[in-house]
């Protein structure tokens, strides 16, 4: 069995005096995608957030691709090839698109900027239409597309996704889930948050579900059935695909 590429060991965060996971212990596969699952409050952002060093651990261990990166700044865990996209996007809405991917790439070394940013925008052209255009004012659907498209610029070797379809129609989000299947083909692992269960576990190696804060049930995606959904999440949670018109966006 090969070494995982994210090992998340009794992993405890509180927020002062609250506590928001409990001895939370997961492992990422090279090139597997993780389905993170819980109804609102479990602590599927919490954990996001800790793992990619942006709340401090108050317990546990976080070991990625070999290291130890409990505790290290968002930065230097970003530098490692970890990427987080939260919540909202991430993306600055006042900045163009290539400012925006421009401000991705700015750690990253002078000379290989440029090619970076061409490389993103290859896979989402619809920027490459409107280099000037404000970020704001983009629709839903193509402000996740350069959050995807920043993410993508680094090279990750992880990219982790907090409620990536938020908001989104679904068309909209069918293009979402296409491109991060096109990030795991191409050998990127992913860890995704998802309100849309169905959609995110059609995509999932893994999954698992917190209650609470605590791992409530780990398992294969493919085991992850009505019963175990129903128990863990309850159907309000994880209704059966609609065909919806005119949602969101
Ligand atoms: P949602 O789907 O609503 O985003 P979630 O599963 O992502 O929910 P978290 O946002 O991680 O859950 O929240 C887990 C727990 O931690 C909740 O009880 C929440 O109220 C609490 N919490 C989250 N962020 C903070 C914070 N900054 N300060 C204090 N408590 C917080």
């Known amino acids: ?76 865990i970003r530098r490692l090839g970890l990427t987080y996209i939260p919540e909202g996007r991430g993306i600055f809405p006042g900045l163009s698109v290539t400012d925006n991917l421009r401000m991705a790439v700015a750690q990253e070394p002078r000379n290989v900027r440029a090619a970076a940013i061409d490389r993103a925008i290859e896979q989402f052209p619809i920027l490459g239409n409107r280099p000037a255009q404000r970020a704001g004012s ?22 982790i996704a907090d409620e990536l379809s938020l908001g989104l129609a679904p068309a909209v989000t069918e293009s979402v889930f296409q491109s991060l299947d096109e990030a795991r083909r191409s050998g990127i692992t992913v860890v995704l948050s998802e309100q849309f269960v169905h959609r995110a576990l059609a995509m999932a190696d893994s999954c698992v579900i917190l209650t609470r804060g605590r791992v409530g049930w ?32």
């Open 218 to 249: 780990a398992g294969p995606a493919t085991d992850a059935g009505r019963e175990v959904l129903d128990r863990y999440l309850g159907e309000a949670e994880h209704p059966r695909p609609t065909v919806a018109a005119g949602a969101g966006d």
């Open 1 to 76: 069995m090969t070494a995982p590429l994210l090992d998340v060991a009794g992993l405890d965060v509180r927020y002062g005096p609250s506590q928001a996971l409990f001895g939370v212990s997961v492992a990422v596969e090279p090139g597997s995608v993780l389905a993170v699952l819980g109804v609102n409050g479990a602590g599927k952002s919490t954990f996001a957030r800790a793992v990619s060093g942006l709340v401090a651990p108050a317990a546990g261990r976080i070991t990625f691709d070999g290291q130890d990166i409990t505790g290290l700044p968002a930065h230097r």
């Open 138 to 159: 983009l629709s839903g659907g193509e402000q996740q597309m350069l959050a995807l498209a920043r993410a993508f610029a680094v090279s990750p070797k992880l990219i």
